[in-house]
């Protein structure tokens, strides 16, 4: 991110220019949170949302959530909603710092088709309407997601080796 490794920046520094998202995050949000709540704490990388946002905060969190049409669901109950729904909001928290690296960590895994093409969608509009740039981890080929390039983690006896796999 523009620094040498090891020259001083701390781990929080390092954190506010990642967004990260993997189904195993759904595990750790177990309190009443509304869908407004979870995107803004996406600012603070919380487990909850413990700071009154300013009034950007709530603009931007307004703003992906109207994107992700959820306008009428802003005060629902995250834990009530549909997994890719859930999803759709964890990886919009993940973006609302406007990180310049996203990491997607097998964000379509038990999904059926129809809900693997919304987060599909949001995906490739995020690729072509920001300059994040997105690493997708996934042990599958995924329809209508057109990477630039696929790294490929090939297993041998003394662990994976990678190779850049031609598209």
Same mark, same amino acid.
């Given at each position: @991110? ?5 020259? *001083? ?6 954190? #506010? ?9 759904? #595990?750790? @949000? ?21 700071? +009154? ?9 307004? #703003? ?10 802003? #005060?629902?109950? @995250? ?7 859930? +999803?759709?909001?964890?990886?919009? $928290? ?41 690493? @997708?981890?996934?042990? $599958? ?17 003394? *662990?994976?080796? *990678?190779? $850049?796999?031609?598209?």
């Amino acid at each position: @991110f523009g620094n040498k490794k090891g020259s *001083g920046e701390s781990v929080w520094e390092i954190k #506010e220019k990642i967004g990260y998202f993997s189904p195993a995050i759904l #595990e750790l @949000f177990q309190r009443k949170i509304t869908v407004k709540q979870m995107v803004i704490s996406g600012f603070y990388d919380s487990i909850g949302l413990y700071k +009154r946002p300013t009034t950007i905060q709530n603009k931007l969190a307004e #703003e992906w959530i109207d994107l992700l049409g959820l306008k009428t669901q802003k #005060e629902a109950s @995250f834990q009530n909603l549909t997994t890719a729904t859930q +999803r759709l909001i964890l990886i919009a $928290r993940a973006m609302i710092k406007h990180p310049p690296l996203l990491i997607l960590d097998e964000p379509l895994i038990n999904l059926n088709n129809q809900d693997t093409a919304i987060i599909v969608s949001l995906i490739n509009k995020i690729v072509t309407e920001s300059d994040t740039t997105v690493l @997708f981890v996934s042990h $599958r080929s995924v329809k209508d997601l057109n990477p630039d390039y696929i790294y490929e983690l090939v297993p041998t006896e003394n *662990g994976s080796l *990678g190779k $850049r796999k031609e598209i």
